[in-house]
């Protein structure tokens, strides 16, 4: 029940809602959706401490769901609420408190269950006080008062305007209407106080959210026009839907190889374990030089590789320190080369195309482990055992590097023939 009925619920509520609140995180400035993460996460906890049954753990399931797709509007509300030259630093911030969190939380329940000997009940109640500290600390937050597509000053809103109509067409229009009508407008005390005020503003107000989206089809089509950008996008999706598949059962699997009711266990430390070397691998790739332009692909090929190597070396040998050592090396390589991605995606991209390409490499992810999930793991679907099912992903991780393989031997013979007929012109 647990692997076939209860976990696929998560997975299905976070592709539901991710775009919803994509959109409902930029329109309500961040703020009131980063108190719904906490809401949502401290529901969930609440329900794993008290709740009864199939049905309330699937709820608990929706309301987790809830809380991994408001994850958007943490890292999105920091941008909003600094300055331009500051986003790598605050970025840089951002990944090490969450990695700090996670290091903390793994070690500390690692420690508390092994040395003092609390049950797993006790550090759930850990868990919801945790969460419950955030949540009032996010009350606290200033609230933004703008935002990247929504929400703009005059300034912003014709900067905003330029940069779409250069995605277009290359040239750039004067004097469009909105951005005369802008100035100010986001300010409550300037908001007419009279009916048909506040029925023109509506009106007005429908047309931005038309011409967002809008605007941010233009820029899809514009992004994803690029075959670099194309490529480290379509290995960022299938490899995102692999490894969310490979951590979100990655215990169950264990539990079936190792009975935690038979032995001591040590999951909180592989965990702790694998993020801390996840993030020194991360560190190391940002001074390593190479043309990634030209070796990429093959990079991705050989590494997916690797990756189905770990998964299949978890499933099939069934040693629980040696399920710990392949999980180990398949996060950090994931690590490595989701960072590696990452760089490549964002490097020519503005702070609005980030935020839009990175949405829609998750949704596309998300979209693919629902249906991975609906075939693979679902009760109405095949409902596979734990192991078929790890069988399964290292499969699929295979295949991702076999298709990588293929196309980066086609880029590196296609760069070497153009190679070619420079020089014989020269």
């Not at 093959?298 to 040693?319: C, G, Q």
Request: with cysteine; glycine share 6%.
């Amino acid at each position: 029940q647990v692997f076939n009925e209860i976990y696929p619920v998560w997975t299905y509520s976070y592709l539901a809602l991710l775009f919803p609140v994509f959109l409902a995180t930029d329109y309500l400035r961040y703020k009131p959706v980063v108190l719904l993460q906490g809401l949502s996460l401290i529901v969930t906890w609440f329900m794993l401490l008290y709740a009864q049954g199939l049905r309330a753990v699937q709820l608990l399931e929706f309301f987790y769901g809830m809380g991994t797709a408001t994850d958007v509007a943490y890292y999105s509300y920091i941008y909003s609420v600094v300055d331009v030259d500051l986003y790598q630093k605050v970025t840089s911030y951002c990944r090490s408190a969450t990695l700090v969190g996670y290091t903390v939380g793994s070690i500390s329940g690692q420690a508390l269950v092994s040395v003092a000997g609390w049950s797993l009940f006790s550090l759930n109640v850990l868990s919801l006080t945790s969460i419950s500290v955030a949540f009032g600390t996010a009350w606290f937050l200033p609230m933004p008062q703008k935002s990247l597509f929504f929400h703009h000053d005059s300034s912003q809103q014709l900067g905003w305007e330029m940069k779409v109509v250069d995605c277009k067409n290359g040239s750039a229009v004067r004097d469009h209407p909105s951005v005369q009508r802008t100035p100010g407008w986001e300010e409550e005390a300037k908001v007419p106080l009279n009916g048909e005020g506040r029925s023109a503003e509506k009106q007005e107000q429908k047309v931005d959210i038309v011409k967002v989206l809008k605007d941010l089809w233009q820029d899809f089509l514009q992004c994803y026009s690029s075959r670099t950008m194309l490529c480290w996008s379509v290995w960022w999706a299938l490899s995102t839907c692999g490894y969310f598949q490979v951590i979100n059962y990655a215990q169950g699997l264990w539990e079936m190889v190792l009975s935690s009711h038979s032995t001591e266990i040590y999951n909180g430390a592989v965990e702790a374990a694998s993020t801390l070397l996840g993030a020194v691998a991360v560190f190391v790739v940002g001074h390593i030089e190479t043309s990634w332009a030209t070796w990429g692909e093959v990079a991705l090929a050989l590494f997916s590789f690797l990756i189905a190597a770990a998964v299949y070396i978890m499933d099939t040998i069934r040693n629980i320190w040696v399920c710990y050592a392949s999980y180990v090396v398949f996060r950090i390589i994931y690590m490595l080369l989701i960072t590696i991605a990452t760089f490549h995606i964002a490097t020519n991209l503005s702070v609005e195309r980030y935020a839009l390409v990175f949405g829609v490499n998750t949704f596309i992810a998300l979209a693919l482990q629902t249906l991975l999930t609906l075939i693979v793991v679902d009760a109405s679907g095949l409902g596979l055992d734990i192991f078929t099912q790890f069988m399964i992903y290292a499969s699929y991780f295979a295949a991702i590097s076999l298709v990588f393989l293929g196309s980066g031997i086609y880029s590196i013979m296609r760069a070497y023939r153009r190679r070619e007929q420079m020089q014989s012109r020269s």
